[in-house]
T-cell receptor
Framework: GEDVEQSLFLSVREGDSSVINCTYT??????LYWYKQEPGAGLQLLTY?????DMKQDQRLTVLLNKKDKHLSLRIADTQTGDSAIYFC?????????????FGTGTRLKVLA | EAGVTQSPTHLIKTRGQQATLRCSPI?????VYWYQQALGLGLQFLLW???????NRGNFPPRFSGRQFPNYSSELNVNALELEDSALYLC????????????????FGSGTRLTVV
């Protein structure tokens, strides 16, 4: 099936680390992505990871990929109130030939001051 | 560089009417994608256009249709509107399709919020 699963909500205190998890379905996905959606806005590409990598770090963001378990996570260090948003993971199965992304349901991150 | 622009920002229609949503991709992007974001349902893939042709569609009824113009802008039409069509409709663009698997990703517009009453 084409289900990308995420938990719906996460609440953290300002300054703590946030970890958002995602389970994807298609092991053929070449890239996996994290998008951020702020209230009333479209989706903004945050970061992505190539499928032959285990980890990618980009400033406060760390992406971990476990291909065996098809598990992807996004860690945000020193979480700020401006990080409050919905975070979507997405896969793009390379065998689909359709070049479309399959998105998770999104995790709503709430940062408490 | 201008981003992906969508119009209108908000649209209110009554059940049974038709809605037309518009999208202008980033200059140089030939692919346009439409997604529906209904409350609590994440993003559902609707349509993909490239070089003026529909390349793929998601699991939506035929009353959802669209087209892509020679300048790569796109229109999404929803006929015979139903209450459950109320959602945020997001348009995204990308370079030629092959670029997607190279990690470039989509660039999204801010969306059109369609409300059917």
């Amino acid at each position: 099936g084409e289900d990308v699963e995420q938990s719906l909500f996460l609440s953290v205190r300002e300054g703590d680390s946030s970890v958002i998890n995602c389970t994807y379905t298609d092991s053929s996905s070449t890239y996996l992505y994290w998008y951020k959606q702020e209230p009333g806005a479209g989706l903004q590409l945050l970061t992505y990871i190539f499928s032959n990598m285990d980890m990618k770090q980009d400033q406060r963001l760390t992406v971990l990929l476990n291909k065996k378990d098809k598990h992807l996570s996004l860690r945000i260090a020193d979480t700020q109130t401006g990080d409050s948003a919905i975070y979507f993971c997405a896969e793009s199965p390379s065998t689909s030939g359709t070049y479309k992304y399959i998105f998770g349901t999104g995790t709503r991150l709430k940062v408490l001051a | 560089e201008a981003g992906v622009t969508q119009s209108p920002t908000h649209l209110i229609k009554t059940r049974g009417q038709q809605a037309t949503l518009r999208c202008s991709p980033i200059s140089g992007h030939t692919s346009v994608y439409w997604y529906q974001q209904a409350l609590g349902l994440g993003l559902q893939f609707l349509l993909w256009y490239d070089e003026g042709e529909e390349r793929n569609r998601g699991n939506f009824p035929p009353r959802f249709s669209g087209r892509q113009f020679p300048n790569y802008s796109s229109e999404l039409n929803v006929n015979a509107l139903e209450l459950e069509d109320s959602a945020l409709y997001l348009c995204a663009s990308s370079l030629a399709p092959g670029q997607l698997i190279l990690g470039y990703g989509y660039t999204f517009g801010s969306g059109t919020r369609l409300t059917v009453v």
